[in-house]
C-alpha cells in the first residue's frame, strides 16, 4: 500500500516526514483513485477536509502550495514529482506517518478531482541556476497556476526517463525514407492564424488566435490552400486529426474568439468599454497559448482592416510567418533635457537587445527591424503604451512648467517605470529626480 521514505534520494524538507505516492502507471499520471487509496488508507473512512490552494510557487524542482481551510491555519505542502512517484510532505509534519489531510485536499483541489497529467511539471535535473534564474527553463505562475516550459535557445529539451514534451520524440525507421523522399500527396494539416488589427480604427478589433484546416503543396510542407477556420460549435469535416496540443490550444482559440466576438469593433462608445474590460482576461489567455504555439508548425499572422467575417476562411494572401518571443520587454523611460524645453521618450528593450523600432497593435508590440512579436504583461502597459502611440511615444513639455508636469505625471510614472534623465549637452544619464533636474538647470543658468 503506503511506501514511506524518511530519507528518500532528494530531500524536500530535511526535518520533516515525506510520504511517498507510486504513481502506479508508466504515463506520468496522477490517477485521482490512487490518490483517494492512499487518503483512505492514512485516514480511514475520516471525512476529508474541503481545502482552497490561492497560490503555488515553484522552488527548485519543489511544488509549494499555500492551503487553506475552515477552521484550520494556514498550511505549506511540498510537492516533489518523479518518473514513477511523488513525493510529499508538509509543515504539520504528518503525525503518525500517514498522508495528511491538508496534503490530500491540496493535492485533490490542483486535480479538479480528475486524473493529471504530470508531463508539464516534471523537469528532472534541469533546476540548475544562472545568475539568479533558472538556466534552462521558464517558471511562470499565475495564482495555482504554474507553467514551466524550455527556454527558446534550447529547443525541445530531453527529460531523462520520458523523453521530449507533447510525444515530439519521432520514432525512425530506415524503411519509410524511399515512402518520405517520393510523397507527391497534398495533405491536410492544423494552422493558426494571429489575427490583429492596427489601433484607434472605429472597426478595431482586439486580437485572437484561429485555427484552420490547410493543405500542403505535393512537393513541400508549405501551406497552398486554406480550409474554413475551425470552431468549436463547427464540426469538422475534414479528415484530420489533432493532436494533444491542438485540442487544449483550440478550446484556448474558441475561448477568445468568444471574447473578441461579444466585444465587438471600435465603433461605439459602450465596445471600448467592453474593450478595457476584456484585455486584461485576453491578455491571461494569450500568455496561456503562446508557449503551445512554439510546438505548432503552421503560424502565422494576419492583418485585417478590421472587416473581419469570422465564419470565413482565412486568406492566404494576408498571411505571412508569425515569430513570437517568449522573452517579456522592459518598458523604461529617458528625460532628455534641450535647453528650453525636455523631452520624455519610451525605450523599450527585450532581454537580448533594445528594440529601437516598434509597431504598437492592441495587446502587441511588434520589432519592426524583424517582424517578432512581444505580448503586452499588463493591463497598465497596454493603456500606456497606447497612450503613447498616439503621440509618437514622445512627451514635450517647457521648463517654466516642469514642477507642474513632475507633480501631475512624471512622479507617478517614475514609481512605476524606471525614468533616466540627460543634462542639457551632457551624454551622461542619471536615475530621474525632480531635484537633479533643478540643480542641473540651475548650473546651466549659472553660466
Sequence with gaps: MATKHKKPESIILPDKFQYTIPLENDDLMLIKEVLYKHHTASNGNQRSLRVTVPAVKYDKGVFILSVEAENDQPHSVFVQIRRHEINVAC????????????????????MHHRDMELEDYYWPGLEQEHKKDLKYLYVDVQGHHVFIY????YGNI??????????????????MLNEIRIETTNKLVV???????????RVSHLPMLMPFIGKTGKHSNHIVSCGLYLRKDKAITEDVTLTDNQNALNEICYEMFTLVKSVGKQNREANVIKWLHAVPILIKLWQK???????EPYVYSCYTDGYLTWNNKPAKSNMSDWQISRDRFSITFILKDRNDHLILEVLIKSSVKPIAHFRKVPLFLIDADDRTFYLVQSEQDETLLNWLKISGNKLTVLKEHFTDFHERFLNRLSECYDVTYQPYNSTKKVLYSLDE???????????
Excluded at 524550455?150 to 535557445?153: C, F, G
Excluded at 533636474?437 to 553660466?447: A, C, R
Design 150 to 153: 524550455p527556454k527558446p535557445e
Design 91 to 110: 509543515d504539520c509534519g504528518m503525525p503518525g506517518d500517514i498522508l495528511c489531510q491538508h496534503a490530500y485536499g491540496g493535492m485533490f483541489d490542483l
Design 158 to 175: 530531453f527529460k531523462v526517463g520520458w523523453g521530449f514534451s507533447l510525444h515530439h520524440y519521432h520514432q525512425f525507421d530506415a524503411n
Design 191 to 201: 494552422g493558426y492564424n494571429v489575427i490583429y488589427t492596427e489601433l484607434g480604427l
Design 437 to 447: 533636474v533643478i540643480k542641473q538647470n540651475s548650473l546651466n543658468d549659472g553660466e
Design 289 to 295: 497559448a503562446i508557449p503551445m504555439l512554439f510546438y
